[in-house]
């Protein structure tokens, strides 16, 4: 949902300026989407802060906190799609943070979507890459803890149980997109019956690269694709049952071009 929304702003954005439009960073982690975007008027740039005149659409991931309120300032125009899950997200950490409450945020640290919710914490608050990181952490009594929407399902759990363990509140906030989840799961009932599976995607994706180790891990003969130009046909020889997903941020119609690739075989 979060990535349809976004490139129909996006589109729709361009269809209508009379001047440029520009994402800040990738819309979504995904270039054949970003070239579809270039395509339709819409251009990447690595900083609102060097456009002359525009509009800056803000992507997906969202960005820190107070960047609208920044970018009109500057005489821009500011168009937010940012991902509702990610807008709760904000919320929530901005509330548990006014609230006096140390924020523990999981995820990549360098992903823009962390970057963005660590600019919400107004109080004490620690990002947590993964497991062993946590198993370090000395919490204080009072805690929220809440994950990047593209994480692993399975390993925030376990973060935050250990996390609630050794504190005396804990306040787990359930971030993670339904889209993500739902895939993670579908994906483990599925690839340990596989002969072979495919995971389309972007590869700077957190979210599809996450999907294809939960399949790799069950499937060895687990291949992560962003276009079907990538696929070898011999790499299928033997091949009965093929199972096929797709990272949360993948465009419908590149998913199909894979399909439709497959069947030929």
Not at 33 to 62: C, E, K, M, S
Not at 66 to 71: F, H, M, T, V
Not at 127 to 138: F, H, S
Not at 231 to 240: E, M, S, T, Y
Request: aromatic content about 6%; proline content about 4%; some cysteine.
């Amino acid at each position: 949902m979060g990535v349809k929304r976004a490139m129909q702003i996006a589109l729709d954005t361009a269809a209508k300026s009379t001047e440029p439009v520009y994402t800040c960073g990738p819309l979504i982690h995904n270039p054949q989407a970003v070239a579809h975007l270039q395509q339709h008027g819409v251009a990447t740039v690595d900083d609102w802060q060097g456009v002359g005149n525009g509009t800056i659409i803000i992507r997906a991931h969202g960005m820190p906190n107070g960047s609208i309120e920044k970018i009109r300032a500057q005489g821009l125009g500011a168009v937010d799609a940012t991902c509702p899950h990610v807008v709760t997200s904000q919320r929530q950490i901005k509330k548990y943070s006014e609230k006096g409450y140390f924020v523990y945020i999981i995820g990549d640290p360098r992903h823009p979507e962390i970057l963005s919710l660590q600019s919400f914490a107004s109080g004490n608050h620690r990002l947590i890459a993964d497991y062993a990181d946590a198993e370090t952490e000395q919490p204080p009594a009072r805690i929220m803890i809440i994950a990047q929407t593209t994480y692993n399902a399975a390993e925030f759990n376990k973060i935050a149980q250990l996390l609630k363990s050794r504190a005396s509140e804990a306040v787990i906030c359930d971030s993670i997109c339904l889209a993500t989840s739902e895939r993670q799961e579908e994906i483990k009932r599925l690839a340990s019956d596989a002969d072979a599976v495919v995971i389309v995607g972007g590869k700077s994706s957190a979210n599809t690269r996450r999907l294809a180790e939960i399949a790799r891990a069950l499937c060895p003969r687990t291949f992560h694709v962003e276009t079907e130009a990538e696929l070898d046909r011999q790499d299928f020889a033997g091949v009965n049952r093929l199972v096929v997903s797709a990272g949360a941020s993948t465009p419908d119609f590149i998913t199909s071009r894979v399909i439709d690739f497959l069947k030929t075989i």
